[in-house]
């Protein structure tokens, strides 16, 4: 851990003004200390990143405000960040914006899973550079380093090993899950996943739509289950998955909140993170959770990197959720919602905090969920029947139920699968009370 090791944090662009304040916002979900700030706009100069006297600038600062580390929101080359280091005091450490995210992920990995995923973003970055080290070291020739390039091979056929070691295990975690997702939704139930960037509220809007109430109905098909969704206000407070039954009206809703997304990321730490959001990318509707109290022009950029995020894999329709309407007043969020719309048509605008408008949004995740069908069934009066009934209840939503004489007429609402088997199982009611004979369930 990072407790309080005290930081410098350092960003380049091409042109304009450097904005800091996301990267100081990761540096202290890492724990760092952050004491001092540096920018600069200039094209990337390839042996340092930063101009080389902007490097020097960078070592005085360090000494002066005793930092000893400096976090560079940039993606550094594996020669940058060794050259760097190179001009600064001993023993500084120099952590580019995706070290540090990895950092964060290694903190907070308490699953299997999180902590697969987080080795396996780590041996990702590790290669690139043990292969540029390997092939360095073969063409030193100097006397005394013979051997090393031996070395540094072996290291990359190990990372390489490694890779596909966890890959596997990955692979079949993620079908586990697809296994449980298909089970639930034979149960009847529907899913829904939060998605968006780090910090819009995703858990904190968890906590308001999941029921109080335990599942209870089946252990098995329920292990991640889980009674809290922590949110606090840092980024990546949730990095694995939490699962809860929300009551949102009819629906038998199971909602799983799951990591924020954030620019700038490269594609393999996205696909490290694959098999979690599955859940994302598998759902039956996604909701896109939005900080409606941010700028106009962050939202943007928000929305379009979560866009960019679900696009290649997402299947389920898409909800924006504009959060945290709480902090704004009526005009502001009007302005909001017109300049965002071609990205964010149709929003709800809810409160996760204080439960405004919950309510309406409940509403339109049944309205968008793939329509139940309807169907009207008579079943004779038997134990069997009833059991069918009671199942009917928790797998879909009963309209009427209604008893004549020895015959039970139900009319309800359910998944088309739910339904078809709910007929299939009627029809062998009708048939074993005809014949006289009852099947045991
Ligand atoms: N004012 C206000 N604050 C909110 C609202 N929803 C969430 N917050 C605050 O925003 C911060 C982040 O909320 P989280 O629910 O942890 O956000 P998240 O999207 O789960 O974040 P990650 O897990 O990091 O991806 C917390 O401090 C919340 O209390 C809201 O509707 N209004
Ligand atoms: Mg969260």
Known sequence: MNHGTRAVVAKRVDEGTADLSEITDLARAAGYDVVGELTQSRDEDAAFHFGEGKVEELATLMADVDAAAVIVDNRLGPYQTFNIGAKLPDGTEVIDRFTLILEIFGQRANTRKAQLQVELAELRYELPRAEAKASLATRDERPG?????????????????????????????????????????????????????????????????????????????????????????????????????????????????????????????VESFKSTL?????????????????????????????????????????????????????????????????????????????????????????????????????????????????WVHDHGHVESEEYEGDQVFLEFEAQPAIVEKVRSKAANLRQAETDGVVDSP
């Open 278 to 390: 599955d859940s994302v990318y598998r759902a039956d509707l996604v909701l896109l959770v939005v900080d409606a109290s941010e700028p106009v022009d962050e939202m943007r950029e928000k929305l379009v990197t979560c866009h960019d995020t679900l696009y290649e894999r997402n299947e389920a329709p898409i909800v924006t959720v504009l959060n945290k309407c709480d902090k704004l007043d009526e005009g502001e969020l009007e302005e909001k919602t017109d300049a965002l719309s071609a990205l964010a048509p149709n929003p709800v605008v809810v409160s996760g905090l204080t439960g405004e408008n919950v309510a309406e949004l409940c509403d339109r995740i049944e309205h968008e969920l793939p329509p139940w069908e309807r169907e009207r069934l008579l079943l004779p009066m038997n134990d069997d029947a009833m059991s069918l009934v009671s």
């Open 145 to 269: 380093f013979m051997g090393l390039g031996e070395y540094d091979q072996s290291r990359e056929q190990d990372i390489k090993a490694q890779i596909s070691r966890i890959k596997r295990e990955l692979d079949s975690i993620a079908d586990k899950e697809e296994t449980r997702r298909e089970e639930r939704r034979e149960s009847g139930f529907d899913l829904v996943a939060l998605a968006g960037y780090t910090n819009a509220g995703k858990s904190t809007l968890m906590q308001r739509l999941a029921e109080d109430l335990e599942v209870g109905q089946n252990e098995d098909l329920h292990p991640d289950l889980e009674t809290t969704a922590e949110s606090e206000d840092r980024l990546f407070t949730t990095l694995g998955t939490t699962t809860r039954r929300a009551d949102t009206g009819t629906r038998n809703v199971l909602l799983t909140d799951t990591v924020g997304f954030i620019s700038d990321l490269p594609h393999w730490l």
